[in-house]
């Protein structure tokens, strides 16, 4: 589920995505969402495709564009009715232009965080979980991209399409297509401190 990968995210990498100015948001799926390829052995088929437009403060400065591509279909609810599952797989791309989100189609690079050195002008930052039989995240399940590209082919409105080739430090290379719908709900949830209800 969106939220409980979120708030799972490294320290290292949220100082990463906070140096690019992101905060949080959220939107919902199409027949574009699709990954090629397998993260540690395991597959990560797409059900949902979300995205949005971060705020850099409660200002609502935009910061970012957010996509979460998820195994779950109900990924973009309120805050206290957040739900997980067992096995769930998600997939966060973040893409930023300078110091905002990008407003147009153009071509990302992977930030590496534990490379050192300042994020490209057009960054990208692309990271995996993959939830656990109690609906837990844990940092063994977790990767992040450290090289590659993300591309999109359209951006406004809070939604963002387009397509990524990237290397994980799982060292497994992933492709994939994303054509996400807008949800106005993951930036309310993100500040929650609700806990999402594990469903099978």
């Avoid at 090629?36 to 403060?57: M, N, Q």
């Avoid at 997939?91 to 930030?111: C, E, L, M, Q």
């Avoid at 500040?191 to 469903?199: H, Y």
Wanted: a negative charge; proline letters at 8%; hydrophobic letters at 35%.
């Amino acid at each position: 589920m969106a939220s409980s990968l979120l708030r799972e995210i490294p320290m290292s990498m949220w100082q990463c995505i906070l140096s690019l100015g992101v905060l949080a948001a959220c939107s919902s799926s199409n027949a574009g969402d699709a990954v090629h390829g397998t993260i540690r052995g395991l597959d990560y088929p797409i059900a949902e495709s979300i995205s949005a437009t971060l705020p850099r403060s409660r200002s609502g400065a935009a910061s970012a564009g957010v996509i979460v591509m998820s195994s779950s279909t109900d990924s973009c609810r309120p805050p206290d009715a957040q739900i997980a599952h067992p096995g769930e797989t998600t997939i966060v791309i973040v893409v930023v232009d300078g110091d905002a989100a990008p407003t147009g189609p153009g071509s990302f690079t992977i930030y590496d965080p534990l490379g050192g050195g300042p994020p490209p002008t057009k960054s990208a930052i692309l990271y995996t979980s993959v939830l656990d039989p109690m609906c837990a995240n844990h940092a063994d399940d977790q990767t992040s991209a450290r090289s590659g590209t993300v591309t999109l082919a359209s951006a406004g409105g809070g939604v963002y399409a387009g397509q990524f080739d990237v290397t994980l430090d799982s060292g497994d290379h992933i492709t994939g297509t994303f054509s996400p719908t807008a949800c106005e709900q993951l930036p309310a949830e993100f500040e929650s401190e609700s806990t999402p209800t594990c469903t099978p």
